[in-house]
């Protein structure tokens, strides 16, 4: 039986490296899963990601459920509250059992304690706006053409731009 060429040369990837270490890292806050971490966004989606992160995961003396702890600032709070119960879904879907029973808010200003100068930046990339087409913006300039007030004209020029250019897609 002819033995495999090894193709790695003694080179490992990155994660198989660094897994260890993140593993290690994340359980001193509880978390069993480091994925919670480093995918968060994609795991509470995009909103909520914007507005909180998690920090902690305790677990109960008798080990029923657990508490996840999220960091989010004074403001956003009310609006995390009302999706706690979507939140816990998304986190339990990735456990794979009802591990989070409980989530609990930790609100903070944008300026003080270590864990209140993180930046929430998950948002999601805003898209530059782009120009209509020649031939769009010459169609709505002539749909709009009739009306003499220049105000109403420009906006209906603005509105027909828009749909012209959403039919076209």
Do not use: C
């Not at 193709?7 to 660094?18: D, H, I, V, W």
């Not at 657990?66 to 989010?72: R, Y």
């Not at 609990?104 to 120009?131: C, E, L, M, Y």
Request: avoid cysteine; charge should be positive.
């Amino acid at each position: 039986m002819a033995s495999r060429k090894q193709t790695t040369y003694g080179f490992k990837r990155t994660s198989a490296l660094l897994q260890p270490s993140i593993r290690r890292a994340s359980e001193t806050r509880g978390f069993a899963q480091s994925r919670l971490l480093t995918h968060w966004a994609e795991i509470a989606g995009e909103d909520i990601a914007a507005i909180a992160r998690p920090v902690e995961v305790s677990y109960a003396r008798q080990g029923m459920g657990a508490t996840l702890t999220v960091l989010t600032t004074g403001a956003q709070a009310p609006m995390l509250e009302m999706q706690k119960e979507k939140l816990r879904e998304r986190v339990n879907a990735v456990y794979g059992y009802n591990a989070i029973s409980r989530i609990r808010i930790t609100q903070t200003a944008s300026t003080g304690f270590a864990d209140g100068q993180v930046d929430f930046n998950h948002r999601p990339k805003t898209k530059a706006a782009v120009a209509p087409a020649p031939e769009t913006a010459r169609a709505a300039s002539e749909l709009a053409a009739p009306v003499s007030d220049d105000g109403l004209r420009t906006a209906l020029e603005s509105l027909a731009r828009n749909v012209l250019a959403r039919s076209q897609r």
